[in-house]
């Protein structure tokens, strides 16, 4: 029996600016067959702006993001600061999902209360891999904070 008990299809948010990996994350969730909702921001500020709006009526805060570091206007660092900081999002679990892998990435994510990063894999095969695994995991393992 899965550990997630929904209502509603798993809410994700993917904060990412680079439209091949958007489409590779949207193929590879569509795949899972799992019931979910991916909407996408392209850019810091404007994950900012959505999850300082989610929580009012038909805006559920999402049950997971999927977050970039190095994107526009706003960083991945930035944005996952403003979420961990600011109490009503505070809950919502980030994964930081980046191709860095530099120490002072990975440390600052984990600093500023990152739920877990994974390096972007390289290859086809093994990207689609990691978000079956992600997807099994935060969808189907994990239990996350709902109602909020």
């Not at 002072?104 to 390289?122: C, E, F, G, M, T």
Request: glycine letters at 4%; hydrophobic letters at 40%; proline letters at 5%.
């Amino acid at each position: 029996m899965s550990a997630n008990i929904h209502h509603h299809a798993f809410r994700i948010l993917v904060v990412e600016d680079n439209d091949a990996d958007v489409r590779l994350l949207q193929e590879a969730f569509r795949e899972s067959g799992a019931a979910h909702h991916l909407e996408v921001v392209r850019d810091g500020e404007q994950a900012i702006e959505y999850l300082l709006r989610c929580g009012g009526p038909g805006k559920p805060h999402p049950d997971l993001v999927l977050l970039d570091l190095n994107l526009p206007r706003r960083s991945g660092h930035e944005v996952l600061e403003v979420v961990k900081l600011t109490e009503r999002l505070s809950h919502i679990p980030v994964v930081v999902f980046s191709s860095s892998i530099a120490e002072p990435d990975v440390n600052k994510a984990y600093a500023l209360r990152a739920n877990s990063y994974i390096q972007k894999p390289s290859s086809l095969d093994k990207f689609f891999a990691t978000v079956r695994q992600l997807q099994a995991f935060w969808m189907h393992r994990a239990t996350v904070p709902s109602g909020w």
